[in-house]
């Protein structure tokens, strides 16, 4: 009888634990499918929503009801859109992949954190080697003046899509830096490519690097326009105006030495050009060079009359 009692007794006790596990585990299964159809819904009415910062809100919840990389990525990439970066970094970080390293590395190239972003992509690369990380990649060596590291990543991009035009852009315009001539074919018409293509049929070379400069200045890449110019300098390739630019870099920069001494070569170059001497009487004046600086303002006025 003891024994009857005992045995009933441990059924009894694995019952009660039992069906509240089971009643458990079906209600979880339950609450996990609505949670996931849930977000899914809203992942459409995100889509259909065409207010920007509405339809991120709406991603925020479907990626706080289904916390994946997916979610992650589409409510990252929405905070870009719409002007949110820190969020938007935020999401990507916790995206283990080769396109949320991609994204993540966008946004710090975009806020000009050029450090972060090149570790960003790199992290993309080593998850999967993709064109669009590499162009990343170049963009970021490119802003730091690396041309050759840019030159690189542009080529091995290139040579996972020969078709994309930022692609086919960017190594035009490294290949014109490293002093190459070639343009690489495309089909389709892109404006920048064309501007680089009159740079390169420019009639002589020393235009062609003054073209360049400017082109990269007008660009926002001063770093590169500025190595560009002195490694110009260093091969003896620059001209009065080539010379004049220079001058101007380190004006700018408050060297007015060195700024001083290019503006000699830029009088060297051409003897009668006006504007070199109105530069020298300038530039002599910061130097207290007061008798240089009459001297140049008194011949100014012998060949501009």
């Given at each position: 009888?003891?024994?009857?009692?005992?045995?009933?007794?441990?059924?009894g006790?694995?019952?009660l634990?039992t069906v509240?596990?089971?009643?458990?585990?079906?209600?979880?299964?339950?609450?996990d499918?609505w949670?996931?159809?849930?977000?899914?819904k809203l992942?459409?009415?995100?889509?259909n929503?065409h207010?920007?910062?509405?339809?991120?809100?709406?991603?925020?919840?479907?990626a706080?009801?289904?916390?994946?990389?997916?979610?992650?990525l589409?409510?990252?990439?929405k905070?870009q859109?719409?002007?949110?970066?820190?969020l938007?970094?935020?999401?990507?970080?916790?995206?283990?992949?080769a396109?949320?390293?991609y994204e993540?590395?966008?946004?710090?190239?975009e806020?000009?954190?050029?450090?972060?972003?090149?570790l960003?992509?790199?992290?993309?690369?080593?998850?999967?080697?993709?064109q669009?990380a590499?162009?990343?990649?170049?963009?970021?060596y490119?802003?730091?003046?690396?041309?050759?590291?840019?030159?690189?990543?542009?080529?091995?991009?290139l040579?996972?899509?020969?078709?994309?035009?930022e692609?086919?852009?960017f190594a035009?315009?490294?290949?014109?830096?490293s002093?190459s001539?070639?343009?690489?074919?495309?089909n389709n018409i892109?404006?920048?490519?064309?501007?680089?293509?009159?740079i390169?049929?420019s009639?002589?070379?020393?235009?062609?690097?003054?073209?360049l400069?400017q082109y990269?200045k007008?660009?926002?890449?001063?770093q590169?326009?500025y190595n560009?110019?002195?490694?110009?300098d260093?091969?003896?390739?620059?001209?009065?105006?080539g010379?004049?630019?220079?001058?101007?870099?380190?004006y700018s920069r408050?060297?007015y030495?060195?700024?001083?001494q290019?503006?000699?070569?830029a009088?060297?170059?051409d003897?009668?050009?006006?504007?070199?001497?109105?530069?020298l009487?300038d530039v002599?004046?910061?130097l207290n060079?007061?008798?240089e600086a009459?001297?140049?303002?008194?011949y100014?006025?012998?060949?501009t009359?």
């Open positions: 009888m003891k024994k009857r009692q005992k045995m009933l007794f441990y059924i006790t694995v019952l634990l509240p596990v089971v009643f458990l585990t079906f209600g979880f299964e339950k609450v499918r949670r996931i159809e849930t977000s899914e992942l459409v009415e995100s889509q929503n207010d920007v910062k509405k339809s991120f809100y709406i991603l925020q919840k479907a706080l009801l289904d916390p994946t990389e997916k979610t992650y589409l409510t990252g990439e905070a859109v719409a002007g949110y970066d820190r938007a970094a935020y999401y990507f970080r916790k995206i283990k992949t396109d949320g390293y993540l590395g966008n946004i710090y190239y806020s000009v954190q050029y450090k972060n972003a090149e960003a992509y790199i992290k993309s690369l080593n998850k999967e080697i993709n669009k590499l162009l990343g990649l170049g963009k970021v490119l802003k730091k003046g690396d041309i050759e590291k840019a030159k690189n990543f542009f080529g091995q991009a040579s996972l899509n020969k078709d994309d035009k692609t086919v852009y035009d315009l490294s290949g014109l830096v002093d001539n070639v343009i690489t074919e495309i892109n404006p920048k490519k064309i501007e680089l293509e009159e390169a049929h009639p002589t070379l020393s235009t062609r690097i003054n073209l400069y990269l007008s660009s926002d890449y001063p590169l326009a560009f110019l002195q490694d110009k260093k091969g003896k390739q620059l001209d009065r105006d010379y004049l630019l220079l001058a101007d870099e380190y408050k060297d030495d060195k700024s001083y290019y503006l000699l070569s009088k060297s170059t003897q009668y050009y006006p504007q070199t001497y109105q530069h009487a002599a004046e910061f060079k007061k008798d009459n001297q140049y303002r008194e100014l006025k012998t060949i009359w």
